[in-house]
DNA sequence: GAAAATACCGCAGAATATGCTGGTTTAATT
DNA sequence: AATTAAACCAGCATATTCTGCGGTATTTTC
């Protein structure tokens, strides 16, 4: 038995399917089995194994940020003092209890963070900085705002 | 006649609707109205309306990057050495045609741009680089590959 | 070449989506 | 305060879709 997963491999048409879904998350099923040039069964079953196998995490509804009035959106740079366990600890779980935080990655050697913050406007953006830097074992910060998005790809690339 | 496009305001079971889609896309119309404590068809209609009117963007399924093997992920920061419109447009044809490069940004006061971009491995990630600093206008760039995802959000936050 | 496994299709019953109607509540106007 | 208008909701009926099952064809394995 072998150590990674079972993982079947893909044939054309399951990627067609993810590339469907991805694009398409409420496709209905004999909308896609045409797509793909399948009958709705055996295009079902692919659906389903494809979840099954972890291929596909779920299906979400995009909600406009303008509508619900979370259109500022902020890149934070943040260096830790040091990469002590407890200091990490309390800002992580700093981090995840702050909604407007939607997205912060461990990069480069461990002491620095990117966060990604959504906020209505400047004032609630101060208010989240503020909380931030006020974590013990926060150290410098850097605040990139965001002027334009230039391009945004929601889902995975696909080669049919 | 106002500047801006009529926007109704959201009840208590709007809210409670558009949370359930961002958490579950395929929710069927009868669970979800079971869970907002309405009817099917009312729920259905205001669903409409929210798509209508522009606060649902779509439906997508989320796919394993794992799985599909492009787990590798890094924030790359690009400056222009001029905000030339030519030197933008030629830039963000580039980045627009790289699928590599999920997101771009521009930050701060109009030279400055953050990428980010996922690939399989450290080979495909050189490559994207490489093509990336031969764009011309592109001066320095700095590279924050991720080594732990901390958090991720995808949604909005919704006060019910 | 035979047997087994796999994938596909079509069909049928169950569940769901969706348009329509009528009744009720809420809000606006006089 | 009464009347009108508007919005909203539930229930029903029809059309569509989902989904499991059995049968057939194709591919794989021995």
């Given at each position: ?68 009035n979370q259109?500022l959106?902020a890149?934070v ?17 700093h981090i995840?209890k702050t909604p407007q935080v ?13 966060l990604?913050v959504r906020v209505s406007d400047m004032n609630e953006y101060r208010q989240v900085l503020g909380d931030l830097v006020d974590i013990?074992?926060v150290?410098?910060h850097?605040t990139?705002m ?15």
């Amino acid at each position: 038995m072998s150590l990674t997963a079972k993982s079947r491999t893909l044939d054309r048409i399951d990627l067609a399917i993810l590339d469907a879904l991805q694009k398409n998350g409420r496709i209905s099923n004999v909308n896609l089995a045409k797509q793909v040039n399948l009958s709705p069964s055996p295009c079902l079953d692919r659906v389903k194994r494809l979840e099954a196998d972890g291929f596909i995490e779920g299906y979400y509804a995009k909600l406009s940020e303008q509508k619900l009035n979370q259109s500022l959106l902020a890149h934070v740079q943040v260096s830790l003092v040091t990469s002590n366990t407890s200091v990490f600890k309390t800002f992580k779980e700093h981090i995840v209890k702050t909604p407007q935080v939607v997205e912060c990655d461990m990069v480069a050697g461990g002491y620095d963070y990117l966060l990604k913050v959504r906020v209505s406007d400047m004032n609630e953006y101060r208010q989240v900085l503020g909380d931030l830097v006020d974590i013990p074992g926060v150290g410098t910060h850097h605040t990139y705002m965001v002027i334009e998005k230039v391009k945004e790809d929601t889902g995975l690339r696909i080669d049919l």
